[in-house]
Structures are given as structure tokens and as C-alpha cells.
């Protein structure tokens, strides 16, 4: 079956082939409620191997893929954004190039849109499966409005590659907020700031190559990058002064501590 | 939601893995296991039966399978050597026939049935679903002949079906008897010989692949009719290409052998006489060096355009699969 929803993904020369493959199989031949079309950004030039992928996905999805390629790479918020104008439905998917969804996730995702009008963005859990050990983690995410509201001060309430939103409301705030890092968030608390409803469905939907790679992200230049985020939030009014302080100085911890107290971390965030 | 479905030969290699994902997924209500070597059991997604499709009655059988909607019939004599035609046509032909006859009894009306591209024989050029069906050998010869049965009636009788014919199927976790299996093993213990230049093209399908287009077929039967389709991995290898990325990921250095087939045709068949003399599978016959050295070149362009986008590479495929070898071993 085939339903009135736009798929929004983007990809880029960092992009693992395979993974690429894999993720684009999994919005597609293997759901059992398929979009009517896929946008696949193209953000810079790409390998050999990256473009005969997206041949052949272009040969088995048919007109219903929609390929925009940008002349050099722009970030994913301009991606998404670029993307986003060639979305032809009022009800848009994202998905990472190297995640992948269950077969049953826009069936889900799609009957909770229909049957609740007045939300416009919606995640769900998501599981992190460690590359090297095959073991999953659920990324446990609120599912509620009142909490996702309560949540968005202190983290990211909504898992970015489950999202589905409606198209409306994030094209008349403006779209993605051009950041490097974390420009879903910054997104999601434009949204929440205007008043427009969000959900979680509390199933893992989407598969995320996680694990130690995630770990691993330390350093002052992704402090930096979150950094521009919650100042955008604290600037807007999003955040008081004293959450702006706890979250700027939580993420410099974080950011700052050995790997193995991060991974600590992690795992206590998540629980 | 609520189809509830039976599946033929579930204890086999695809069966086994069809059914471990049908069960994995709340889309079915029941998942019947039909198969001879399985120990019976009842659970609340459903049973499984002991059954030899050649020798079960039609009438039990079609008790078995009442209020099943969709049959997967996977079923069949498949390995290439020690199995007479009498084997064959009795795994494959009159088991189906049964099946046939036992579904209609208990009305089922939509059919996802396993053939294999064994069916149309081996060609240089790609032979696509519209080739004709030229079987070279038993195993071929009597899945062509039960499809053909069963398409005959199921165009009588307006069933919906979906035919899968798979190349070469593979993964992790092989039986040994496997083509591919065989030859990752040989390389991997030093037995390797080419023979010939290695220029034909070999098609092969990861079991994964098969699965998922397995389901994929299960969900286009809503829209009726009858359809095969041909399943192969892309991009198509070469027996060279095949052995230079088996020896390159199971980090093989000593140089490769290479002999001309003239040579080795005699010795093969001399091998062969002994093999059924003694009754022992010896790795090299001369069917296999036959069926080695001749292109085995389908292509699956009709799933793809029909919206089947399979989510693994060939290359990536194999690559798993030696993976799998080598980490069993060290």
C-alpha cells in the first residue's frame, strides 16, 4: 500500500556505500506501507560507488524518487532544507543515510498522524546497535507532549532519524536553523515555542549503527557546535538563564571527561 | 493483520530463516510450519506439523492447512549430488502436485512458490524471466516441471501467485553442500584450483536478499494475477572476480593455480566412477567442473523495476559470508 508521505533524506561523500544501500531498502522495498516519494538530497559530489547506488535506487523506486543534487556540500540543515521545498506530501519522514527503519514504521507513524491531527511532529524510540557486538540499546525518548516540553530544556526529546512531521509548520518557521550539529533541536524547540504538538510512539522504529563511535565524540569543537544551539535557545527565550547555565556546563563536561566516564554517562542518560 | 500463512520446507535453509523473520513481525497471525524434519509443536503464533509432502494423504493435509491464507512452498530436493530422479521427482514434483490438490481442498487462493533459475539452463548472455525453460538437470528439470503444474492450475482456478527463482542462494550459517560454500572453503584450506580463465559470470543471491524479496513478493500478491520473478545479486561477478574477493578477505597470498579445463575433464570423470562405486560425495566431480566453468547469467531486472531494492550488494555479501568463515575457524 502506498500512502501520501514524503521521505526526506540527504547524503554525502562521508556516506558508507552499503549502509546507503541498506537504508534506502529499508523505506522502501521492505515497509509495508511505502511513501509516494522519496527525496534523496545529494550534498556535494560523491563517490563512484555512492552514485551507482543511487542509479540503482532510481531504477527500482521509480519516479517516486526524487534526486537533488547540490553542486557543493552545504551541511545537512541546507540539505534538509533544499530538500524539504521538493517535498510534495504535507506529511514528511526523515531518514539518516546510514540508519535503517523497520518494515513497520510508516504504518505506525502514519496512522497516528491521520488519527491525530493537532500533532504536527512525531519520533520514537530508536536502537542503537553496536557494530562490532550486534547488541542493541533502546534510546528511550518521552512520549507525551507535557514531558517531550519538559524534557526539551535539559535534551533532544525527539530521536531525529524517527521523526515524521508535518511539512506546514516547519516551512512557516523557517525550516532546519542552519547549525552544524544539532539543528533538529534547534528546530524542535522553535516548534515547541509556537505551540505545536509533539509525540513519541514508544516502539524502537529506526535501527542507528551506534556504540562506541558515539562514545567517542568528545572535544571543543562539538561543545562548540552545541554551544551555538543552546545560546540559539537561551536567545529566543526557550531556555531561562539558569537552564542555559546547567546545559552549557553539563555539555562541557560531557564533552570535556575521559571516554570511560562518558560512556558511564551515556548509559545513565539513557535509563 | 491476521494472515495466517504456511510454510513448506520451514525447517530448511530459506525456510528457516522465513520463518524466523515472519515470526519476528506482528503482520501475521499464524505461522504453520510444515516440514519432515521437525520436531511438532504448538505455540500461541502457531504449529508445526511433521509432515513428508510425498507421502501424506491430500485429505490430512488439507486439514493441516485449513484456515491458512497464503502458502510459502519452499519445500524441495535440492542438493546436486547423491540424489537419484526418482528423489527428485518425488521431493518436487508429486509433493507439489499433493499441495496443490490438498490447497484447493482447503481453499487457499494466493501462493508465494520457490523455483529456482535452474529452470531455463545456463546461457553467456542473461537470460531474463521470459526465457524459456531449458533444465539441465534433474533438480532443474523437476522444479520446472512442478511450477509448470502448478501455474497451469493456478490460471484455472484464478489463484494470485509469485514465483521466486533465486540464483546460487548463500550467507553465513550455510549447510555445506552450498556452491559458494564449497568454494570459500577451498580457498580458505589451500585446494583451490581455477580452472579455466574465470570470465563467466557466476550470479549468486544472499540468502537475506532472498528473504526480503520473499516477503516482498508476499506483499504484491494483493494485487493478484500470476508473476515469476528472477532474483540474482548485483553487480554480477565473474568466477575470477568471486575468487580474487574470497582470497582477498580470507588474506590468502599464495599464488593463485590455474588449469585449463581440457586437462582436468578426464581425471574428474575418473574420480566420479569411483565416487559411486564407493557411494562417497567426493568434493570434485565432473558435473561440478561443468557447472563451474559454464556462465550461470540471469538477470532480475523485473523485481528491481517493480519496486524490489535488495539490501545487500553482492560484494557485500560476500564478504559477511567469508567473514563468517574465517571467524568460525580462528
Request: some cysteine; hydrophobic content about 40%; proline content about 4%.
Amino acid at each position: 500500500m502506498t500512502v501520501e508521505l514524503s521521505v526526506l533524506m540527504a547524503t554525502y561523500q562521508g556516506d558508507q556505500p552499503d549502509a546507503l544501500r541498506r537504508s534506502l531498502a529499508s523505506i522502501w522495498a521492505q515497509q509495508t506501507v511505502r511513501p509516494n516519494q522519496v527525496v534523496l538530497v545529494v550534498d556535494g559530489p560523491v563517490s563512484d560507488d555512492l552514485n551507482e547506488i543511487i542509479s540503482e535506487a532510481q531504477y527500482s523506486i521509480g519516479d517516486a524518487l526524487t534526486v537533488v543534487r547540490l553542486q557543493h556540500n552545504r551541511g545537512l540543515a541546507v540539505a534538509l532544507n533544499v530538500g524539504l521545498e521538493h517535498c510534495r506530501a504535507d506529511i514528511v519522514a526523515r531518514m539518516d543515510a546510514d540508519d535503517v527503519s523497520v518494515s513497520e514504521r510508516f504504518e505506525k507513524q502514519f496512522a497516528f498522524m491521520l488519527k491525530h491531527p493537532r500533532v504536527a511532529v512525531l519520533g520514537s524510540w530508536i536502537v542503537e546497535v553496536d557494530a562490532t557486538t550486534g547488541e542493541t540499546t533502546p534510546r528511550y525518548v518521552p512520549e507525551s507532549h507535557r514531558d517531550i516540553e519538559r524534557f526539551a530544556k535539559w535534551r533532544n526529546p525527539i530521536s531525529h532519524p524517527s521523526v515524521i512531521f508535518r511539512k506546514q509548520p516547519v516551512v512557516q518557521v523557517g525550516g532546519y536553523p542552519n547549525f552544524r550539529k544539532w539543528q533538529d533541536y534547534a528546530l524542535w524547540s522553535v516548534l515547541l515555542q509556537k505551540g505545536f504538538k509533539f509525540a513519541n510512539l514508544g516502539v524502537g522504529l529506526v535501527r542507528m549503527n551506534g556504540g562506541r563511535s558515539l562514545v567517542l565524540r568528545r572535544g571543543l569543537h562539538y561543545f562548540l557546535d552545541e554551544s551555538r544551539v543552546i545560546f540559539f535557545q537561551w536567545h529566543s527565550g526557550f531556555l531561562s538563564t539558569p537552564q542555559f547555565l546547567v546545559n552549557l556546563i553539563g555539555r562541557f563536561v560531557i564533552r570535556a571527561v575521559p571516554v570511560s566516564v562518558r560512556a558511564l554517562l551515556y548509559k545513565r542518560m539513557r535509563n | 493483520m491476521g494472515t495466517r500463512i504456511a510454510v513448506t520446507g520451514s525447517a530448511g535453509y530459506v525456510g528457516s530463516e522465513l520463518v524466523k523473520r515472519v515470526s519476528g513481525t506482528d503482520n501475521f497471525e499464524q505461522v504453520l510450519q510444515l516440514d519432515r524434519n521437525i520436531s511438532e509443536s504448538v505455540s500461541t503464533i502457531g504449529a508445526s506439523f511433521r509432515v513428508d509432502l510425498s507421502e501424506i494423504s491430500v485429505t490430512d493435509l488439507s486439514n493441516r492447512l485449513k484456515d491458512v491464507d497464503v502458502l510459502f512452498h519452499l519445500a524441495a530436493a535440492r542438493v546436486d549430488w547423491g540424489l537419484d530422479y526418482n528423489t527428485y521427482e518425488r521431493d518436487n514434483v508429486r509433493a507439489t502436485r499433493r499441495l496443490i490438490e490438498a490447497a484447493r481442498m482447503a481453499g487457499i487462493r494466493q501462493w508465494v512458490y520457490f523455483s529456482t533459475v535452474g529452470v531455463y539452463g545456463s546461457s553467456e548472455t542473461p537470460l531474463d524471466e521470459d526465457s524459456p525453460f531449458a533444465p539441465q538437470s534433474d533438480y532443474g528439470r523437476t522444479k520446472a516441471q512442478a511450477e509448470n503444474e502448478l501455474l497451469a492450475i493456478a490460471d484455472a482456478e484464478s489463484w494470485a501467485v509469485r514465483i521466486l527463482r533465486p540464483s546460487a542462494i548463500f550467507s553465513e550459517n550455510q549447510p555445506k553442500d552450498t556452491n559458494i560454500c564449497r568454494l570459500i572453503e577451498a580457498i580458505r584450506r589451500h585446494r583451490f584450483i581455477l580452472i579455466g580463465d574465470g570470465s563467466e559470470i557466476k550470479t549468486t543471491s544472499y540468502l537475506h536478499n532472498v528473504v526480503d524479496a520473499t516477503l516482498w513478493l508476499y506483499h504484491d500478491l494483493v494485487s493478484g494475477g500470476i508473476t515469476a520473478y528472477n532474483y540474482v545479486d548485483e553487480p554480477r561477478l565473474t568466477t575470477r572476480e568471486m575468487v580474487d574477493l574470497i582470497r582477498d578477505e580470507l588474506r590468502v597470498r599464495i599464488p593463485l593455480v590455474r588449469l585449463p579445463v581440457a586437462l582436468i575433464e578426464r581425471p574428474a570423470r575418473a574420480v566420479d566412477w569411483v565416487g559411486n562405486r564407493v557411494g562417497h560425495d567426493f568434493p570434485i566431480t565432473a558435473a561440478r567442473i561443468r557447472k563451474f566453468c559454464t556462465a550461470t547469467n540471469f538477470d532480475s531486472y523485473r523485481i528491481r523495476k517493480a519496486g524490489f531494492l535488495p539490501r545487500y550488494s553482492s560484494k557485500e555479501a560476500m564478504i559477511r559470508t567469508v567473514r563468517w568463515h574465517r571467524e568460525r575457524i580462528t
